[in-house]
């Protein structure tokens, strides 16, 4: 029996802060590959949530497929910082003998009620979704680190909020050119320069009409 052979219930598991779904898939073959899939699977689910913006930018029906794929992608990148910068305030603060693996595996599987990010395209109660499935994500990471490395309530919780803040720091400082890029991807890959604010998406739903840096985007010969 594999933790892919188990997947669905690893996931439910997780979903309902189960800490025996945290143990697991620290010991089941194939758990890195569960962990990954719930992962993508988190990142798309997401990415469709949020594929109002892509709709409303009238990105092109192939484009649109690449842009979840790419936002996937993207998403999976913000796992791998997350998994490493909670190892490191664990192994600084209580273990030296920390494995890095049985922290990804926990943060991997800890995505989980992230897998129902889709339901954030849902009118006005779209922001109130995300923060509650943050929120219940951050739960099940305690839940996880607390089965996975034998720690305390409240030893889990500083490791993953030190790690969380260490994420934001570097997304702030070195991460720039990173988000510079991730952004250009996106750009590229949905063939406009995305308008992401809310007020100018509410503008371009009411009037029908696209902003003009972003209308020049799709008419290289207005520029001329």
Not at 2 to 12: P, V
Not at 105 to 122: K, N
Not at 136 to 146: E, N, R, V
Request: proline residues 4%.
């Amino acid at each position: 029996m594999t933790a892919i052979d188990k997947f669905w219930e690893l996931l439910s598991g997780a979903i309902a802060l189960n800490p025996e779904a945290f143990s697991l898939i620290q010991t089941l073959p194939l758990n890195e590959k569960a962990a990954i899939y719930i992962v993508l699977l988190a990142g798309f689910s997401q990415a469709l949530g949020q594929g109002i913006v892509l709709f409303t930018n009238r990105v092109k029906p192939f484009r649109f497929i690449l842009s979840l794929l790419i936002a996937t992608i993207l998403f999976a990148f913000g796992y791998i910082f997350w998994a490493t910068t909670t190892w490191l305030a664990c192994k600084l603060l209580f273990s030296e003998y920390t494995s890095y693996f049985s922290v990804a595996l926990t943060l991997g599987l800890a995505y989980a009620p992230l897998t129902l990010s889709f339901f954030i395209a849902l009118p006005y109660l779209g922001v109130p979704i995300s923060v509650l499935l943050s929120i219940w994500s951050f739960l099940a990471f305690l839940t996880g680190l607390k089965v996975a490395l034998g720690m305390g309530l409240w030893q889990a919780f500083w490791c993953a909020v030190l790690g969380w803040v260490g994420v934001e720091i570097l997304q702030r400082t070195i991460g720039r050119p990173v988000a510079a890029a991730g952004r250009w991807m996106s750009n590229t890959v949905a063939g406009v320069n995305l308008v992401t604010n809310l007020k100018d998406l509410e503008k371009i739903l009411e009037t029908g009409e696209m902003p003009s840096s972003s209308a020049n985007s799709r008419n290289p010969q207005s520029r001329r």
